[in-house]
């Protein structure tokens, strides 16, 4: 659809409203609303008092879906703790079309792999909008071909914890996928054979939505103990299903350490930079990406501190076995847990007090009076592109195709003292640094330096950085000077033709728009 | 000291075996962190790609940015069918060196030397500008070790190939290489006496590198120079066994000091914690510093 467009701080072109989303404001900074006098009014939603009951398991999920009173139009939302195994966004879609339900707005806290159903419920007519962090496969295409009603709306985990709120994401039932669950709605992901660990998204969307069904297929005699992650207040009613999703994809193994050359160089360079940066010190606090060079930064990080019997304060975030292992090892004194990686996670977020379960508002809500990434010293992120404005796409394909997550990415980098991008000079023969992003996510002005295997690039911002980089024998080149560099290898890729037609918008953590995604022809 | 007079003070700890028909692997050779690689033309390649693994080395060594990475090509042994056109196609794009296996007689270094000048002058390249590292794999070639490191001006160093010479022996090659130790001392020895410089041969046990640890300090105790490497995950564990311990380093920056000193006293005699300090331990203290530095460590000057 053709919008009514202006270009925004970063020179993006944005939409000053679409149907169905209202007035959007533009992207104006990266802290313009952070400056201690921003004010925001939370939308109300009115709310059935439900009568008192003793047992909240509803005979079938078609009759859960029916009790809620969920109609076509509404806004249903999911989380995305179940990794690549989820099978209950499927199941509830599947049910609800066969209640004759239409028209439905998703909410997922993400899509993943497990998700490709979503793009035939958008065929038949069932989910016709989507606002989520990530997407991939064949719901990535549907987007970038423009098939969804309105543009997608594509958050941070802090920004949709905000939007929630805020109420300008008002979810009306929330499906909550429940490892293990009591009769009157206590659950948790830390027990169960389909145990996930931390169910962080789902303890947001318990507390606002306004309808909240726990969909389990692991009823444990009441009371749930010892843990309770969402807490029977919380709960309207009990679906028992036969599977809520596939062990074997939920109960992944620990997220191995890289041993690619090129991943390890980069981590290796990235290391390096943290120690120059004076930050890796007694009581610091670290954050890592799930995988690639930003989680094997953590390799490098464990080795030094064992060695110089330096101990940090806490690490956050997406938790894998490996951050878990540091834990364990005495390394830190807590992990803050909003999203558990992997399945190697759940002893630990089970039997260890010093590891914390977190809901998303907690971990990165700007909005909040005090998200843990505000105080977060050092954290290693992952990228698709980044360009030589600093800027970083985590979402976009070198086809154009959407099959990426937004995820924290943003919100660790506004809120960390030092945030590094680790990123392979090209993948595929392809570069990784633009003159300009296809989809700006994170902003450059977040972000302080650019990591590659063929040197690092520190934001011009940063000079500090790059004077205690340079002193530390880091090789330090321009942003520019390394882009030139991979050219020399790659060449200049041709840009992906995009038409005009804007099919989602990128929303910054504080509601603005930063970006649109356009359709690929 | 200690590099060879032909070493042009170059590093040579480590030296990376890539396989030459590779690109993904060839086009990071700089980001390895080794001191040299081994772009290899020979043991790694199936005959039937002998001919593209040549033609993307070439185009490597002509196109792709080394760093500071030595750039030495393993070429065919002078008995294959393979060895001139190898040397026809790489000695123009100008490589340091070439790599040159099964050598049993200086009468091998000599043809390649030949065939080497001869593509200079056909080129217009400065004569005698690309080095060869012969490779001594078989008991003749242990034997024959003196006469080929006197054969050509071209020598850069020796290498041992172990896996080759165990089969020649008929041995098994054991994690320890106690049954390699007269062959390695003999390359040593053989290249010392003619100011070559001399390279270990490979660890094959990728994931054993502790294993790895262990040749690597013998390989340096023997004399060795440096020792190849088949992963480059064994890069850094070769670094770290060339480099010296901090113990070490403060001797070694004692004895230097001292004999600075004593040499602007112009005093012949020197002792250091009581004891004597005499030109070849001044020596050595100066490869202690210098493998300090390559480690990365922190040398003030002397």
């Known amino acids: 659809m053709k919008l009514d467009m202006t270009q925004n701080s970063l020179g993006r072109l944005v939409p000053r409203g679409a149907p169905g989303l209202?007035?959007?404001?533009?992207?104006?900074?990266?802290?313009?609303?952070?400056?201690?006098?921003?004010?925001?009014?939370?939308?109300?939603?009115?709310?059935?008092?439900?009568?008192?009951?003793?047992?909240?398991?509803?005979?079938?999920?078609?009759?859960?879906?029916?009790?809620?009173?969920?109609?076509?139009?509404?806004?249903?939302?999911?989380?995305?703790?179940?990794?690549?195994?989820?099978?209950?966004?499927?199941?509830?879609?599947?049910?609800?079309?066969?209640?004759?339900?239409?028209?439905?707005?998703?909410?997922?806290?993400?899509?993943?792999?497990?998700?490709?159903?979503?793009?035939?419920?958008?065929?038949?007519?069932?989910?016709?909008?989507?606002?989520?962090?990530?997407?991939?496969?064949?719901?990535?295409?549907?987007?970038?071909?423009?098939?969804?009603?309105?543009?997608?709306?594509?958050?941070?985990?802090?920004?949709?914890?905000?939007?929630?709120?805020?109420?300008?994401?008002?979810?009306?039932?929330?499906?909550?996928?429940?490892?293990?669950?009591?009769?009157?709605?206590?659950m948790t992901g830390s027990s169960g054979k389909t145990a996930c660990g931390?169910?962080?998204?789902?303890?947001?969307?318990?507390?606002?939505?306004?309808?909240?069904?726990?969909?389990?297929?692991n009823l444990v005699p009441y009371p749930l103990a010892p843990r309770i992650s969402v807490p029977q207040h919380l709960v309207d009613q009990v679906a028992v299903v036969d599977s809520i999703g596939d062990p074997s994809r939920i109960a992944t193994g620990a997220t191995r350490i890289s041993r690619d050359p090129v991943q390890l160089r980069i981590a290796e360079l990235a290391f390096g930079l943290v120690r120059a940066s004076g930050l890796l010190v007694e009581g610091c606090s670290f954050q890592t990406g799930g995988g690639g060079p930003s989680l094997a930064v953590a390799r490098y990080v464990r080795d030094y501190m064992k060695e110089k019997g330096v101990k940090g304060s806490y690490c956050i975030?997406?938790?894998?076995?490996?951050?878990?292992?540091?834990?364990?090892?005495?390394?830190?004194?807590?992990?803050?847990?909003?999203?558990?990686?992997?399945?190697?996670?759940?002893?630990?977020?089970?039997?260890?007090?010093?590891?914390?379960?977190?809901?998303?508002?907690?971990?990165?809500?700007?909005?909040?009076?005090?998200?843990?990434?505000?105080?977060?010293?050092?954290?290693?992120?992952?990228?698709?592109?980044?360009?030589?404005?600093?800027?970083?796409d985590v979402l976009t394909g070198h086809d154009g195709v959407l099959r990426g997550a937004s995820g924290g990415h943003s919100d660790t980098a506004a809120g960390a003292k030092l945030a590094i991008i680790t990123v392979p000079s090209m993948r595929n023969g392809v570069p990784s640094i633009r003159e300009r992003v296809q989809t700006a996510v994170t902003p450059?002005?977040?972000?302080?330096?650019?990591?590659?295997?063929?040197?690092?690039?520190?934001?011009?911002?940063?000079?500090?950085?790059?004077?205690?980089?340079?002193?530390?024998?880091?090789?330090?080149?321009?942003?520019?000077?390394l882009k030139a560099e991979i050219e020399r290898v790659t060449g200049v890729p041709d840009e992906v033709r995009f038409s005009d037609e804007v099919v989602g918008i990128v929303e910054y953590r504080d509601g603005t728009i930063i970006d649109s995604i356009r359709r690929v022809d | 000291?200690?590099?060879?007079?032909?070493?042009?003070?170059?590093?040579?700890?480590?030296?990376?075996?890539?396989?030459?028909?590779?690109?993904?692997?060839?086009?990071?050779?700089?980001?390895?962190?080794?001191?040299?690689?081994?772009?290899?033309?020979?043991?790694?390649?199936?005959?039937?790609?002998?001919?593209?693994?040549?033609?993307?080395?070439?185009?490597?060594?002509?196109?792709?940015?080394?760093?500071?990475?030595?750039?030495?090509?393993?070429?065919?042994a002078r008995d294959t069918p393979f060895f001139a056109a190898d040397l026809a196609e790489i000695i123009p794009a100008r490589p340091d060196a070439i790599r040159l296996p099964k050598v049993?007689?200086?009468?091998?270094?000599?043809?390649?030397?030949?065939?080497?000048?001869?593509?200079?002058?056909?080129?217009?390249?400065?004569?005698?500008?690309?080095?060869?590292?012969?490779?001594?794999?078989?008991?003749?070639?242990?034997?024959?070790?003196?006469?080929?490191?006197?054969?050509?001006?071209?020598?850069?160093?020796?290498?041992?190939?172990?896996?080759?010479?165990?089969?020649?022996?008929?041995?098994?090659?054991?994690?320890?290489?106690?049954?390699?130790?007269?062959?390695?001392?003999a390359v040593v020895i053989a290249a010392k006496a003619f100011g070559l410089e001399a390279f270990d041969t490979v660890y094959t046990a990728i994931d054993d590198l502790a294993g790895l640890a262990e040749q690597a300090a013998l390989a340096l105790s023997l004399g060795f120079s440096g020792k190849a490497a088949i992963h480059p995950s064994q890069?850094?564990?070769?670094?770290?066994?060339?480099?010296?311990?901090?113990?070490?380093?403060?001797?070694?920056?004692?004895?230097?000091?001292?004999?600075?000193?004593?040499?602007?006293r112009r005093s012949g005699v020197v002792a250091v914690d009581g004891k004597m300090v005499d030109a070849p331990v001044v020596a050595q203290a100066e490869r202690t510093l210098e493998l300090a530095r390559l480690a990365g460590m922190e040398v003030p000057s002397a």
Request: glycine share 10%; charged share 25%; net charge negative.
């Open chain 1, 198 to 217: 931390s169910l962080g998204y789902a303890m947001h969307d318990a507390r606002y939505a306004g309808h909240v069904v726990a969909v389990t297929d």
């Open chain 2, 235 to 264: 890069v850094p564990v070769i670094h770290a066994a060339f480099a010296p311990t901090e113990k070490e380093l403060r001797k070694a920056l004692a004895v230097v000091k001292a004999a600075r000193e004593a040499e602007e």
């Open chain 2, 104 to 185: 049993d007689s200086a009468e091998d270094v000599l043809e390649a030397d030949r065939l080497i000048s001869r593509i200079e002058a056909e080129r217009g390249l400065p004569p005698g500008g690309i080095g060869i590292q012969a490779m001594l794999e078989t008991a003749r070639a242990i034997v024959n070790a003196a006469s080929i490191a006197a054969a050509s001006p071209r020598l850069v160093g020796l290498t041992l190939g172990g896996q080759d010479l165990a089969a020649d022996l008929g041995i098994k090659a054991t994690a320890g290489g106690l049954e390699l130790l007269y062959a390695k001392s």
């Open chain 1, 317 to 392: 975030g997406g938790i894998t076995g490996y951050m878990a292992d540091m834990l364990k090892e005495g390394l830190f004194d807590a992990l803050f847990d909003v999203q558990s990686f992997d399945a190697a996670v759940t002893g630990s977020i089970a039997g260890n007090p010093r590891h914390l379960e977190v809901d998303v508002s907690c971990y990165a809500n700007p909005f909040n009076k005090g998200c843990l990434v505000n105080d977060l010293d050092i954290v290693a992120l992952a990228a698709l592109d980044v360009d030589v404005d600093f800027n970083v």
């Open chain 2, 1 to 76: 000291m200690m590099s060879s007079p032909r070493s042009g003070g170059r590093p040579r700890r480590s030296l990376l075996y890539i396989p030459g028909n590779n690109p993904g692997m060839i086009q990071n050779c700089a980001i390895y962190g080794a001191d040299g690689v081994l772009l290899d033309l020979e043991d790694a390649i199936a005959l039937a790609e002998k001919d593209a693994a040549r033609a993307l080395v070439r185009h490597a060594l002509e196109a792709l940015d080394f760093g500071g990475v030595e750039r030495v090509v393993r070429i065919n």
């Open chain 1, 22 to 186: 209202g007035e959007l404001a533009p992207f104006a900074g990266a802290y313009a609303r952070l400056d201690g006098t921003y004010e925001w009014t939370p939308r109300a939603f009115p709310r059935r008092v439900p009568a008192p009951s003793s047992d909240k398991v509803a005979p079938s999920l078609e009759e859960t879906i029916r009790r809620s009173g969920l109609d076509s139009g509404m806004t249903v939302s999911f989380h995305h703790h179940l990794r690549n195994g989820d099978a209950v966004v499927d199941l509830v879609l599947g049910a609800a079309e066969r209640l004759g339900i239409r028209n439905l707005t998703l909410a997922p806290s993400s899509l993943g792999d497990s998700h490709d159903c979503v793009a035939e419920y958008l065929r038949r007519g069932v989910v016709t909008r989507l606002n989520t962090s990530g997407v991939r496969g064949e719901v990535g295409k549907a987007i970038s071909q423009g098939r969804f009603e309105a543009p997608v709306v594509i958050r941070s985990h802090g920004g949709r914890a905000r939007a929630i709120e805020e109420g300008s994401l008002r979810i009306d039932v929330a499906f909550l996928a429940a490892p293990a669950c009591d009769r009157l709605g206590n």
């Open chain 1, 444 to 481: 450059g002005e977040t972000v302080d330096a650019i990591v590659t295997e063929r040197g690092m690039a520190i934001n011009p911002r940063r000079e500090d950085l790059a004077r205690a980089a340079r002193a530390a024998g880091l090789p330090v080149k321009g942003i520019r000077e």
